[in-house]
């Protein structure tokens, strides 16, 4: 009888398991989908004072997640302690210096040596993610993140760059793992909303004090009717949905299958601009495309877990006496 009320636990425990990691999947890919799409959006900010452009955009941000973690009656925690901490090395890595690395690692490099930075993250995090939750890295997940990487690498391309380029380069992708790894410890008592209000106002108050002190008090006004739309779509889909998204994938998934997900972003960019200029994607980007999808199976899929999970269960029953 113990047998079988375990054996049935573990049929219906894994189900539901399944379910929550293919929302939680859904939910991250969609996340990566309006980071890729922002790229063309992102271009009408360019003659834009930038600092002072995001900070409009993390506070906007900001505010609409309080505003419907209060309508959903979502608790937020004030931080404590340590928790400042890694909060403000959220915001420091993944939106304050990232995305400065990137204007000036785009003065020295192509944005193919900068898009395979990024491309790299899954490696990153399929390495030091477990770490950092008390596991060890998986051959199947580095197996599962090196193809995504390819793939994304692949849509991009290589790109020229010196000395300087490469180590903007280093210094992106660093953010952008950091953006993820410095989260995980605050997820559990913070939750995605929390995580994503409290990094987005840290993010506002810095990007606000730079552009004080760089492009001036009034520097909002310089911006633009089509600067405040692109400035909007950045603060509504790509920050306040895609964070709140992003976090929520990696709480239910950890960080090494999620950083899976970030391999999205780039098939999602490339498609975008090809749809955006009229014309089908470059054969480079199916390519990338498949070779991404290829490893998002074989880290995320659950038909390949249970197969895995049917034939170590196998192996015990014949092994038992």
């Not at 636990?9 to 939680?24: I, L, Q």
């Amino acid at each position: 009888m113990v047998q079988r009320v375990q054996f049935t636990s573990e049929r219906a425990g894994p189900g539901s398991h399944e379910r929550g990691s293919m929302v939680a999947s859904a939910q991250g890919a969609l996340g990566m989908v309006f980071v890729g799409g922002s790229v063309a959006v992102s271009a009408l900010l360019v003659d834009a004072p930038m600092h002072t452009a995001q900070a409009a955009r993390y506070l906007l941000a900001c505010l609409l997640i309080a505003g419907w973690a209060r309508l959903r009656g979502v608790r937020v925690h004030r931080p404590t302690g340590t928790e400042w901490a890694w909060l403000v090395g959220v915001a420091a890595t993944g939106l304050v210096l990232f995305n400065v690395a990137l204007v000036e690692g785009s003065k020295h490099a192509e944005p193919a040596v900068l898009a395979v930075a990024i491309a790299s993250v899954p490696i990153v995090l399929g390495i030091l993610g477990p770490l950092l939750e008390g596991s060890r890295p998986s051959i199947r997940m580095l197996t599962a993140a090196g193809i995504v990487t390819a793939g994304a690498a692949i849509v991009h391309g290589v790109g020229r760059s010196d000395a300087g380029g490469l180590g903007w380069a280093l210094l992106v992708l660093a953010c952008e793992a950091g953006f993820t790894l410095l989260a995980v410890p605050v997820l559990r008592r913070h939750g995605p909303v929390g995580v994503s209000i409290w990094t987005t106002a840290i993010a506002a108050a810095a990007f606000a004090l730079i552009g004080v002190g760089f492009e001036g008090p009034t520097a909002v006004l310089r911006l633009t009717a089509p600067q405040h739309l692109a400035t909007a779509y950045l603060a509504i889909a790509v920050t306040a949905v895609a964070f709140v998204l992003w976090y929520s994938a990696v709480q239910r998934l950890g960080s090494a299958r999620a950083g899976l997900l970030t391999g999205v972003a780039p098939v999602s960019a490339a498609l975008a601009s090809a749809a955006l200029v009229g014309s089908l994607p470059a054969p480079a980007t199916w390519w990338g495309l498949a070779l991404v999808s290829g490893g998002l199976w074989i880290g995320l899929w659950p038909r390949a877990r249970r197969t895995a999970q049917a034939r170590a269960s196998g192996h015990l029953r014949r092994s038992s006496p």
